[in-house]
């Protein structure tokens, strides 16, 4: 039996596993460096549903508190960021349909964050003269 002397057996894995998300992606990615400040990583979890009318986009913010959170919305892409001591975080949802930003309402409970969110109707009805 031949003894293997690399550090680590998974060495060739990751490698491969970088390569092939740097030929999907055109960037350096590195799966071994710890997170960036970006996203509130493995922490969070956000849903986005649709409810009828509404769009409702629910996330669990473990550690962050109330007043340090910022939600945006540009009626296609819902961004919730926050600062904290020790890190500045920010997440960008996509949502599944347009929607009136003007309309949007929040809650903030026990870590968990609420939004809903009015649908803009699709299409316009176009009369003929």
Do not use: W
């Not at 960036?36 to 849903?47: C, V």
């Not at 508190?65 to 949802?93: F, S």
């Not at 949502?95 to 409970?109: G, I, K, M, Y």
Request: some cysteine.
């Amino acid at each position: 039996m031949r003894r293997d002397d690399r550090d680590d057996p998974f060495d060739d894995i990751f490698s491969e596993i970088e390569r092939m998300m740097e030929e999907m992606t055109g960037e350096n990615v590195d799966i071994s460096a710890q997170p960036n400040d970006a996203g509130f990583g493995a922490d969070a979890h956000f849903s986005v549903h649709e409810e009828g009318d509404a769009v409702r986009v629910v996330g669990d913010l473990p550690g962050i508190e109330k007043d340090d959170i910022n939600i945006r919305c540009d009626g296609q892409t819902l961004t919730v960021a926050a600062t904290t001591p020790r890190r500045e975080y920010e997440e960008r949802l996509e949502l599944p349909a347009r929607v009136d930003e003007h309309t949007a309402s929040a809650s903030f409970n026990n870590g968990v964050l609420d939004v809903s969110l009015e649908r803009l109707d699709t299409s316009a009805d176009i009369g003929l003269e």
